[in-house]
């Protein structure tokens, strides 16, 4: 299954990529959640360093590195094909690919830091109010800051930089027309360079599919601050489905999923990654 280059779709294209994505989720629900679980371990062992520049370094790093692993599990789910596990794991150019996002994001977030400090201040008070956090501990010293403290920081700060790092990096390559270039990356291994101009392409063919993307986001970023930043990281394997879907039918000419003995799977696309 060679890409085929960008070609023009349905305006209401993106509806069928969202239910696609669900449907591909339902193949492997167990696949999805095993490493959905092992993300999140990784998150929060990553939390627990006490220098936050390498936390939040940490966290928005493992949002596009995520998105990386759920294309590939959404590769094999769609031909329904079973892999060992050490095919799933990221290789040197999805953390390259990671690496660069999560810097891009790592300096937005230090531009975006000093509107932060009304809410930051605002949680503070309300964890106070709430008795969860006392600024001095019995000893008689001051406590750490609350979103550092062993059981607010997991809880507000790891869901929260996650969820973030994930749609801050979908919103990022959705504004720089690069929305396709994870999945081209990913499963073709493909040169950078070219790579993003294929992707860029494809967005005066399909305006319509990919604005429906934005909304989306929005909806997405609306349930990140409902749920406290954590429901974004459960869904991360669906974005990462959604991102092969709509590379699928983009790109591949394929807008429903198949069978394995419907089209066999490009060995090219299955290769295991070189590390």
Known sequence: MSALGPRQIEPDAWRGWIRE?????????????????????????????????????????????????????????????????TEFLPDNRDCMMALGLAAILFALSGFLSAGFAPAIASF??????????????????????????????????????LGLGVLAALGILLAFGQWFLLPMLVLHRAPLPPSMLASLQAYP??????????????????LLLLSLGWLIPLLQPFFGALLYASYRDVFLGRAESETETERPMDEEMVAPPSQ
């Open 205 to 222: 063919l399909n305006p319509v599919p990919l604005s429906g993307l934005i909304g989306v986001l929005l909806l997405a970023m609306a």
């Open 124 to 161: 503070e008070r309300l964890v106070t109010d709430l008795g969860v956090y006392r600024a001095i501990l019995p000893e008689g010293v001051a406590a750490p800051p609350p979103l550092a403290y062993a059981r607010l920081g997991p809880f507000f700060v790891l869901g929260g930089l």
């Open 21 to 85: 994505a669900f449907l591909i989720l339902r193949r492997r629900p167990l696949l999805f959640l095993g490493w959905s679980l092992a993300l999140l371990g990784m998150s929060w062992i990553a939390q627990q360093s006490d220098w936050v520049w390498f936390r939040t370094a940490a966290l928005l790093f493992l949002g596009p590195l995520g998105l990386a692993v759920f294309i590939r599990l959404a590769l094999y789910a769609d031909y329904s094909r079973r892999g060992h596990w």
